[in-house]
């Protein structure tokens, strides 16, 4: 796993505030978050979306994206991340929406998660397939992933001026 309090350190630096959205996580991403103390001084807030409606509602992501591509999506993801920036303080958002399983299906299988990263200068998604490793390994497997991306593009950020 990441080292979380190395990112928070990071943010901090940088003066980045961090916000979540997730679905098949549960609020991992924000828990991992939220268990370094001093932490409320870069996560603004987190989003856990597990129903559609919830990411419609929370989220601003549009009825189209979930009929098109359905909510796990590389599309979804790029509109949950974008949506988590607009709802809150933050200045970064990353995303998480996918496929923990059991189950799934030829087009979807278990062990699909897709990402989205969103700044106010940029948006990007991506899909990693984890595979059929079970729920939880998925879902730690997802969690650190989102992590991962956050730290690599906060280290990325110019300073706050």
Do not use: W
């Amino acid at each position: 796993m990441i080292d979380v309090s190395a990112l928070l350190d990071q943010a901090r630096a940088k003066g980045v505030m961090i916000a979540t959205a997730e679905s098949c996580t549960g609020g991992m991403v924000a828990a991992a978050i939220t268990d370094i103390a001093g932490s409320s001084a870069v996560f603004e807030r987190g989003f856990v979306t597990y129903t559609n409606a919830a990411k419609m509602q929370m989220l601003d992501v549009t009825p189209a994206t979930l009929d098109a591509h359905g909510a796990v999506s590389e599309q979804v993801a790029g509109e949950m991340a974008t949506g988590a920036l607009a709802n809150s303080a933050a200045d970064i958002a990353v995303s998480v929406t996918g496929i923990a399983g059991p189950g799934g299906s030829e087009h979807k299988p278990e062990g699909r998660v897709c990402f989205g990263l969103a700044t106010a200068d940029n948006a990007r998604m991506s899909t990693v397939e984890f595979g059929a490793r079970g729920r939880a390994q998925v879902r730690q497997a997802a969690r650190d992933h989102a992590l991962h991306l956050l730290q690599e593009a906060i280290v990325s950020m110019a300073p706050a001026i």
